[in-house]
């Protein structure tokens, strides 16, 4: 739980302070300009989904906090404010996980048990800090990626992905989740997540061993 906490918190904080760096002062009125994580902690997608992963044994961590409120339209210059504010989240999840590798290399000698618990905390931070990036940079809003490709898109093509914003989460995990159920009841196998995501993750987590370990 503690990589979720920090993980799911630093990406939500970052978002506000990216805000606030291009001119939107909402997420600091609303108390979202802070590193606790009681103020972005989510039930279902900060408790609920990864104690249930944590408890059936799945090989990776995953989890969401409340996304910190932005006025869009408030920022300045606009297009290139929606990109710093929505790369913000996942890039502090590739810092995140950099220092994560980071500190596993120079892991000091502990206990055993001290020892592998850290070193198995970390090695988990790795991972969830890498699958966060790579799943909120998919290109489908209301994600971060969605956004940026919002911001880039020229504007008839623009407003449709906007529209997107309310439906496209529905849409994401119709395509990631239920899609691969149905299909596997009909025994055919479409890991459709672990192409978009698992896969890409595993990537950025060889890319950045091979840099920082």
């Given at each position: 739980m503690l990589p979720v906490l920090l993980?799911?918190?630093?990406?939500?904080?970052?978002?506000?302070?990216?805000?606030?760096?291009?001119?939107d002062d909402t997420a600091q009125r609303a108390g979202r300009l802070s590193l606790n994580p009681i103020r972005h902690i989510d039930p279902v997608g900060t408790i609920?989904?990864?104690?249930?992963?944590?408890?059936?044994?799945?090989p990776f961590l995953f989890g969401y906090a409340k996304p910190v409120p932005v006025a869009f339209h408030r920022l300045h210059p606009q297009r290139l404010g929606v990109i710093g504010v929505a790369v913000a989240g996942p890039a502090t999840n590739v810092a995140l996980a950099i220092a994560s590798i980071l500190l596993l290399v120079?892991?000091?000698?502990?206990?055993?048990?001290?020892?592998?618990?850290?070193?198995?905390?970390?090695?988990?931070?790795?991972?969830?800090?890498?699958?966060?990036?790579?799943?909120?940079m998919l290109p489908i809003p209301p994600l971060d990626g969605g956004r940026v490709l919002t911001a880039i898109s020229p504007m008839p093509i623009a407003r449709v992905l906007a529209r997107m914003e309310k439906t496209g989460m529905i849409l994401l995990i119709a395509l990631i989740f239920l899609l691969?159920?149905?299909?596997?009841?009909?025994?055919?196998?479409?890991?459709?997540?672990?192409?978009?995501?698992?896969?890409?993750a595993s990537a950025l987590v060889d890319f950045l061993a091979g840099i920082f370990a």
């Open positions: 993980a799911v918190t630093l990406h939500e904080a970052a978002h506000g302070f990216a805000a606030k760096l291009f001119g609920l989904i990864p104690g249930l992963l944590l408890l059936t044994g799945a120079g892991l000091p000698s502990f206990s055993p048990a001290v020892n592998d618990w850290l070193a198995t905390t970390l090695q988990q931070s790795i991972w969830l800090n890498c699958i966060l990036a790579v799943f909120n691969p159920y149905v299909t596997g009841l009909l025994g055919v196998n479409l890991p459709i997540f672990d192409w978009l995501v698992i896969e890409p």
